[in-house]
């Protein structure tokens, strides 16, 4: 499993970005798949999950409303549409794909992990 995520910038609050994480090997269909996010000092720290058919997804409190969570499981592409951007949400951000078929909070449950692309919300 190769993860490569891609989209992040510099954008100021209150913008949109759209986050996507390939599998360029095609292997993660039918796994459970996630986005986390490490902040300058802080811990990573989970975002948003999605169950391996799309049937399921979770979301942080902090972004619950905010981000949506997709899958193409036809292209291999996890996506993370974010809105309403705010300073707090400045972080480097990684898709990760789970062991198993539906997505969990706790970063153990990850086998594989993306390069991370990093996001910054100027006020």
């Known amino acids: 499993v190769q993860l490569q995520a891609s989209g992040g910038g510099l954008v100021q609050a209150g913008d949109s970005l759209r986050l996507s994480c390939t599998d360029s090997?095609?292997?993660?269909?039918?796994?459970?798949m996630a986005w986390f996010r490490q902040a300058p000092g802080k811990e990573r720290e989970f975002v948003a999950g999605?169950?391996?058919?799309?049937?399921?997804?979770g979301y942080a409190d902090s972004v619950n409303g905010r981000f949506t969570i997709s899958r193409d499981r036809a292209k291999s592409t996890l996506y993370l549409q974010m809105n309403d951007l705010k300073p707090e949400d400045t972080a480097l951000y990684y898709c990760?794909?789970?062991?198993?078929?539906?997505?969990?909070?706790?970063?153990?449950?990850?086998?594989?992990w993306g390069q991370g692309t990093l996001v910054t919300v100027s006020s």
């Open positions: 990760a794909a789970a062991r198993k078929s539906f997505y969990s909070v706790q970063q153990s449950e990850y086998s594989y």
């Open positions: 090997r095609r292997t993660t269909s039918n796994n459970g």
């Open positions: 999605i169950a391996w058919n799309g049937g399921g997804t």
